[in-house]
DNA sequence: GAGCCGTGGAT
DNA sequence: TATCCAAGGCT
């Protein structure tokens, strides 16, 4: 890819030309309009690397408000990455119960380990190192290697793609335009204060790059932005076009006991809501299956009212919810477990079983 | 490279 | 209601 010949941070736009644009603006910018968020460092200061990690790892496609109660709890709970690693998987599964997308979690919990056995509890700083631990890529490295550290590394999450392609308009569709993105934003981190840099960047496509809307009068890019001056910055980025979402159908089989415990089971080690807990059901097909066959116990199922709809990354999930009131006595049959209501907040009960709790009346 | 992997809020 | 999308990574 070409770049334009260097100018002097100061040049100003030719009749035509967009000026280049000059990272000391932004971090102005982000000097004054930075957002304080639990994770972060005062200014001035560097973050603590493992609170750097946490947070990252739980913003990975999640909104900074679902992470809020979490990180805290986190934290509290395990306060270095020496006591996270020291964890019970399971345990550290019911805590993410709820934030989605658990082989974050499964991978957390490597990574603490992995940091304590091969960097001695310390994160290395090194985005290489670093890109080599188990739940931390590309855009986690560098996003650790320029907060935690302050090295020159750049992150490219959702927000900074939107930010640059509209800068230099770059209207190559994504996936495949990431490629020339991520150059540009290379190009445009300054040797310094990368870290507050990175930070600026998204805090810019948070609060004023917005993917609609964008409130490009407050912009300090303003001025030399390409997709600005064009008439249309919510055009980009430029996406491939997106499949289908299939549905799929299943039934749940709500086992009540007398003292209100509840039929409960874990999923297996891979693929969708690997190891967490569930509620039983037949599987989920295209079509609906014959409940009979799958019952985990011989009983009296009622259909309840109503569905459970649940809607996953990649398909849409309606569950139907058969009840059945069981006698202190019933067994649990192999592989599940009797839970009293009081004992699901140990459990790492994922949002659509909990939604399946719901629909009994139970929680 | 493309499919898999959650959830909840905004528009 | 439908769609998008939020500090992505793994296989």
Known sequence: ????????????????????????????????????????????????PYHVFLSEIMLQQTTVKAVGPYFSAFLARWPTVA???????????????????????RNLHACAKAVVARHGGHFPQDEAALLDLPGIGPYTAAA??????????????GNIERVVSRLHALDEPLPKGKAAIRASAAALTPARRPGD??????D????????????????????PCVARAA?????????????????????????VRADGAVLLRTRPDKGLLAK????????WGPQPEAPE?????????????????????????????????????????????????????????????RKVLAQGGIE
Do not use: N
């Open 144 to 157: 650790i290697a320029a907060i935690a550290f302050d090295l020159k590394a750049s992150p490219v999450d």
């Open 1 to 48: 890819m070409s770049l334009s010949p260097a100018r002097p941070a100061a040049a100003r736009s030719v009749a035509g030309h967009a000026s280049r644009p000059d990272p000391e603006a932004l971090l102005a910018w982000y000097d004054r309009h930075r957002r304080r968020l639990p994770w972060r460092a005062e200014p001035g200061r560097r973050a603590d």
């Open 204 to 223: 810019l496509g948070a609060t004023i790059c917005t993917p609609k809307s964008p409130a490009c009068s407050l912009c300090p890019w303003m001025e």
């Open 293 to 353: 066959e799958h019952a985990p116990l011989k009983a009296r199922w009622r259909l309840l009212p109503g569905a459970v709809e649940h809607v996953f990354t990649h398909f849409a999930l309606t569950l139907r919810v058969l009840r059945a009131d069981l006698p202190m006595s019933a067994a649990a049959p192999a592989g599940h477990r009797w839970v009293a209501p009081e004992g699901f907040d140990a459990e790492a009960l994922p949002s659509v079983m």
């Open 83 to 105: 006591h996270l690693a020291d964890a019970p998987l399971e345990e550290v599964l019911s805590a993410w119960a709820g934030l989605g997308y658990y082989a974050r979690a």
């Open 197 to 202: 840099f990175a930070q600026a960047m998204m």
């Open 276 to 283: 967490m807990t569930e509620v039983p059901s037949t599987p």
């Open 231 to 255: 008439g249309d910055p919510a055009r980009y980025p430029v996406k491939a076009p997106k499949g289908e979402k299939p549905s799929r159908a299943g039934v749940a089989f709500l086992a």
